[in-house]
């Protein structure tokens, strides 16, 4: 053997124990539960369960991303089914979130009836802010196959693409059905000010105030064929989370729901209380970008109150699965 194959042959020995070790490394250290990508029937998601999961509960986690990952995770450590959904700005799906068909997510739910993981009459569905807007009106559409909602900083009502700034001008629905739009709010685009911070309350709440377009927009949520948790906080900036809510809960007991409904508010909490409780952020901004501006925005409340709040809801949203188990 020429030295030159000696140097080639330890070369990749040591490569093949660098590999072997990186792998045993990982089977050590990794105590998560490794996601499944689902590229299929029309949608992309990311699943998640444990080998020996049958028949359980399931979650759809709309928006996918960090934060869908993060919850897949977590309920499937829980021995749920976590199936985290984005919907655009990803590869293959629209840039834009506007004139969003909900039969997209139709696509996932039907998949998931067809996996020996899941509990085909125990889907729901979980969102945060416009995603919590979204499961509840995917729930209110699709009543056979949705049997429960999730919905963390929540709306009442369907708005127009225009809320968001990185969408179009020309105000579009944000979902559609059957190539018909959802009922919306019209929106002007927000308006960037001389100052480099915006608030963005008031032009929510003045959205609230035209009370035809919101008759009209208004979610039906008594359609929906399960429980339903909303989780808010009272100093949330972003949007009025915790005045929606109440006019969720008032649409509720006019139409005789007849599922458990918890209508949940945090004192000293904002709006990102679905965020992971145990890597809590001292980030208490965000930033917007209007007309080629940057701009920063609170996000409300308090990082004490924060961290509560999500630690709080966190365990509301297991104890809301255990009884979905078990009824």
Known sequence: MNKKF?????????????????FYLDHILFDGVKPKYVSENGFKATFFANKDTQNKPTIILIGGRNWGDYWGQEFAKSNYVGLSLPYYREEGLPQL????????????????????????????????????????????????NIHGVIAYSPSSVSWSNTVLPFNSDSVKPSWTFENQPVPYVAMDKIKGTPTS????????????????????????????????????????????????????????????????FENIKYENAGH????????????????????????????????????????????????????????
Do not use: C
């Open 197 to 260: 911070t915006i608030e963005t309350l008031t032009y929510w709440k003045n959205g609230l105030s035209d009370s035809v377009a919101v008759s009209n927009a208004s979610i039906k949520v008594e359609n929906i064929n399960g429980p339903i948790l909303l989780l808010s906080g009272v100093e949330d900036e972003v949007w009025p989370s915790s005045i929606m809510s109440d006019m969720i809960e008032n649409r509720i007991k006019m139409n005789n729901f007849h599922f458990d």
């Open 272 to 327: 990102l209380i679905s965020s992971n409780p145990n890597n809590p952020s001292s980030i208490r901004q965000g930033k917007m970008d209007i007309g080629g501006k940057s701009y920063d925005f609170n996000f409300g409340g308090t990082e004490s109150g924060d961290m509560e709040a999500q630690k709080d809801a966190a365990k509301r949203v297991l104890k809301f699965l255990s009884k979905l188990e078990n009824d």
């Open 6 to 22: 000696k140097i080639i042959a330890v070369s990749i020995a040591i490569l093949v124990l660098l590999i072997a070790g990186y």
């Open 97 to 144: 979130m506007e004139e969003i068909p909900l039969e997209y997510f139709e696509k996932a739910v039907l998949w998931l009836k067809e996996q020996p993981e899941v509990n085909p009459n125990k889907i729901i569905v979980m969102g945060a802010s416009r995603n919590a807007e979204l499961a509840l009106l995917i729930a209110s559409f699709f009543p056979k």
